[in-house]
């Protein structure tokens, strides 16, 4: 029996239409459910904190990020936040915690964890993975960005002058020491490196800096011995004996 034009286009528009359903129900089946669609605050606040307990960092900032939307201003709030930023230092996103720190102290600025947060935020400008509590500050301070070295000193000193009293006001005086040490001896390296490729002007300039901005660190000693010795390849005696002079006077003051 002859198929009619409109017989075809009505098989036609049936074939597409099941198509479309074939794929339709292909789609959803790869869709994955959420299984937090349900949760309540309590049960995300306490899911995140034990993904946090297992070191699961990854889906315990999934869980704050959720929590945070679905209920901003419940009593969880705040400390996911916190949670929030902590779980973001732990798994190396340094720049995520950073903001995450930099966005509460904007909304909370006289929380009571505002030392914390600050604390946190100084270990994660100097990309830190050792623990938040640990008194661990090695010499790889001093290969750190000079950048970041100042703007981690800068929090730190937040904390000891808002927060004096802090848990955290002792150990950032310590980092902030430390700092310091950092950032004289990255300076006195670029005077080494200018007088090794026999840059004395320069290297003089860099050695100067040091005496001037770190004159209590053990580097100011190192950088006027510097200093003299680029005046003696300058051949310029006069101030080379001067720069002599005042090492003997410092030598013989700390006899």
Known sequence: MAVTLHQLRKRARAGLLACLVAAVTAGCSTIETDITADWDADR???????????????????????????YPFGRYAQQAQIESAYAYWRDGEAA?????????????????????????????????????????????VYERDADA??????????????????????????????????????????????YDRHAYVAAIERAQGVVREFQQTPYSDDALKLIEDCYEQLGITELQADVRRVIDLNQNRER
């Not at 307990?53 to 999934?62: H, I, K, L, P």
């Not at 070295?149 to 937040?158: G, I, N, S, V, Y």
């Open 44 to 70: 995300l606040y306490n899911e995140a904190r034990d993904t946090v307990e297992n070191s699961d960092w990854t889906r315990a900032q999934d869980y704050y990020t959720k929590l945070e939307s679905r």
């Open 149 to 194: 070295a100042r703007t981690a000193f800068d929090t730190f000193k937040e904390i000891v002058e808002r927060f004096p009293n802090s848990r955290y006001a002792h150990e950032a005086r310590r980092r902030m020491h430390e700092l310091v040490l950092a950032q004289a001896y990255n300076e006195l390296k670029v005077a080494r490196f200018y």
């Open 96 to 140: 995520q915690c950073v903001q995450t720190c930099d966005r509460f102290l904007r909304q909370y600025p006289n929380h009571a964890n505002s030392d914390y947060v600050l604390y946190l935020k100084a270990l994660a400008t100097l990309n830190q993975r050792d623990s938040f509590l640990s008194a661990i500050l090695t010499n790889e």
